[in-house]
Nanobody, 117 residues
Framework: QVQLVESGGGLVQPEGSLRLSCAASGSIFRINTMGWYRQAPGKQRELVASLTTLGSTDYADSVKGRFTISRDNAKNTVYLQMNSLKPEDTAVYYC???????????WGQGTQVTGSS
C-alpha cells in the first residue's frame, strides 16, 4: 500500500502562482512514476504532469510552459509549481503514484485549486 498526502491548494488571482506538494509513504518501489491529475466539475480526470524517478516527464499541452513538476526522491515527494494560473485551471488536483511495471494506481485525497476570474 502507498499513502499520498497532498498540500498547497487554494484560491489564486489570475496569473498568480501556487505550489502543490505530495508526499508518498508506505511500500514505495525504487522506480516509479509520480504526478498530478486534475478533475474539473463535469469533466473527466486528466493528466497534468508526471515525472519518473529516472527523470522522464510528461505534461498536458494546456500547462506546458506554465507548470513545472519536480521531485525529491529521497523524500518520496513530488511538487507541482503552477505559474500564470488561469480560471480554466480550476479543478481538484490529485496526486498519483504507480510503481513501474505495476497496474495499481494510488491517489491522494485531492486538493482544490481555484483560479479566480
Amino acid at each position: 500500500q502507498v499513502q499520498l498526502v497532498e498540500s498547497g491548494g487554494g484560491l489564486v488571482q489570475p496569473e498568480g502562482s501556487l505550489r502543490l506538494s505530495c508526499a508518498a509513504s508506505g511500500s514505495i518501489f525504487r522506480i516509479n512514476t509520480m504526478g498530478w491529475y486534475r478533475q474539473a466539475p463535469g469533466k473527466q480526470r486528466e493528466l497534468v504532469a508526471s515525472l519518473t524517478t529516472l527523470g522522464s516527464t510528461d505534461y498536458a499541452d494546456s500547462v506546458k510552459g506554465r507548470f513545472t513538476i519536480s521531485r525529491d526522491n529521497a523524500k518520496n515527494t513530488v511538487y507541482l509549481q503552477m505559474n500564470s494560473l488561469k480560471p480554466e485551471d480550476t479543478a481538484v488536483y490529485y496526486c498519483h503514484y504507480r510503481s513501474v511495471g505495476s497496474t495499481v494506481n494510488y491517489w491522494g485525497q485531492g486538493t482544490q485549486v481555484t483560479g479566480s476570474s
